[in-house]
């Protein structure tokens, strides 16, 4: 069946320009996780997502960083007036449910460069 | 606070012989363990999860690892390497204090000789 999928595969943006970044989930999935991976920071929690309610957006660096998600589906994680510092893969995993046991399926990722 | 160490960036192993990607791990209360595996320009895919019960998990391609509470690790394991199992290696963990982000160790490169 069909697994997490981002768009797009990579973008490249000018410092301060906004850029919006897509996850879709596996289908039946109620939650959803943007993670991003950087070579000094390694793998980061941004936001989690319980159907559309996010009840965990402690990985948020700042507030240029925000999330929706819609339909229990689809999340955007739209970035405002980038800096270079954002240039990271952008991953997005979805999960059955938000059991604890519950292992996340991840997307292939954005890769976000920011010139 | 929950955390997970790697303490090797890259292990070498020849082809046929067994390997180990060491994992261990600090959280208040009961852990819940993944490995995740990583190819050049693709997502984490999941291999295997410890949740409870035995303490040796199974998982994908012939993969293993064994969970010991006392010295806190979660090692992964496989009998006989193969060349293709060359990738980056991921351990994360969760607690049963409710937090549903992974936290991820710095991750493992697996180089497999032939």
């Known amino acids: 069946g069909a697994g997490v999928s981002q768009s797009p595969s990579n973008k490249v943006t000018e410092k301060g320009k906004d850029v919006e970044l897509r996850c879709d989930p596996i289908?039946?999935?109620?939650?959803l996780y943007w993670y991003r991976q950087s070579l000094g920071q390694g793998l980061e929690f941004l936001i989690y997502?319980?159907?559309?309610?996010?009840?965990?957006k402690s990985g948020l660096p700042s507030d240029r960083f925000s999330a929706e998600r819609t339909g229990g589906s689809v999340s955007t994680l739209t970035i405002q007036r980038t800096q270079q510092e954002d240039s990271a893969v952008y991953l997005c995993?979805?999960?059955?449910?938000?059991?604890?046991?519950?292992?996340?399926?991840f997307g292939p990722g954005t890769r976000l460069t920011v010139l | 606070a929950q955390s997970v160490a790697q303490p090797e960036d890259q292990v070498n192993v020849a082809e046929g012989n067994p390997l180990t990607v060491k994992c261990t791990y600090s959280?208040?209360?009961?852990?819940?363990l993944f490995w995740y595996v990583q190819y050049p320009n693709r997502g984490l895919q999941f291999l295997l999860k410890?949740?409870?019960?035995?303490?040796l998990v199974k998982g994908s391609y012939g993969f293993e690892a064994e969970f010991n509470k006392s010295q806190t690790s979660f090692h992964l394991k496989k009998p006989s390497a193969l060349v293709s199992d060359s990738a980056l290696y991921f351990c994360?963990?969760?607690?049963?204090?409710?937090?549903?982000?992974?936290?991820f160790g710095s991750g493992t490169r697996l180089q497999v000789q032939p």
């Open positions: 995993a979805s999960s059955l449910g938000s059991d604890l046991y519950n292992e996340q399926f």
């Open positions: 289908s039946g999935h109620t939650a």
């Open positions: 997502f319980q159907g559309n309610s996010a009840p965990d």
């Open positions: 959280v208040s209360g009961n852990p819940y």
């Open positions: 410890y949740i409870t019960g035995d303490n």
């Open positions: 994360a963990v969760r607690d049963n204090g409710g937090r549903r982000a992974l936290t």
